[in-house]
């Protein structure tokens, strides 16, 4: 039994539907209930238990330090279930991430950036504080950056199924054409899809109707535009970004230790190459 607990917004959605049901030997349940998961049997297949939700929210009305909490209590109900049970998460360049973070909201709802950053403590966001509690008394860990699936994804994907005892599948290259809860990243993309969002969740609390597509239409629609409007600039005081910058440039080194790898030379939001990623 492996659990992968995110982070938001590092491809978790396409981890969960298009690559762990691709892998040989692999059975992937997505649900934060952990309490409720039982126990596979000796011969059973490996199972991935995922669910993004379980490192963090990504929620405009959290308080600061709550993520941090959310990982803690997380771990322990990992522990209760299945002690010393491998564990799967996934990182991205901070700046990077509070993007994509505040534009999953920003398409739902109108939220102003700069409360919306505030709602995070520089504890959330020290991944490698994050990292020091899940290795905290757990030989088995899987750290990987989002970045790696722009810049080198069948190096990542060749790492975790080795990691989870199995092959990387043989259409990876169809997989990762794939991509998974875009979000637009300018103004205009946001209130270009919001009503189609807002409606959609309106249909769904007075009907029985499923909207998806109509929030999926709406979340391209407003991605599309993107290409013709300024991205959102994240603003962070010259303190954090700092302590950000430092905590990025140790984790890059921790998981390059932990994975054999020099990750050093791995841009930012995934610049190397033209390929966007899985969001």
Known sequence: MFFHIGLHKTASTWFQRHLFPNLA????????????????EDDAPILIVSHESLSGTLSSEKQPGDNKKRLTETLGSIAAVAPGAPIIIGFREHASWLTAAYAQKAKKQGVQLNRYVATFSREDLSWCRSLDLIEDGRKSVFPFLYEELSCAPEVLIDDLSRFLGTE????LT???????????????????SRPFFQTSYALENFTSIRTKSLREFGARLGTRVDQHFAPLQIGLDQDMAQDLRRDWERLLQRIGALRSRDLSALPPRGQAIGYPGPS
Do not use: H, W, Y
């Open 25 to 40: 030997g692999v059975n992937c349940l997505v649900t934060k209930r952990i309490a409720d998961i039982a126990k596979p």
């Open 168 to 171: 990387r599948p043989a259409n």
């Open 174 to 192: 169809e997989l990762l054409a794939v991509r998974e809860n875009a979000s637009p990243r300018s103004q205009f993309g946001q209130i270009l």
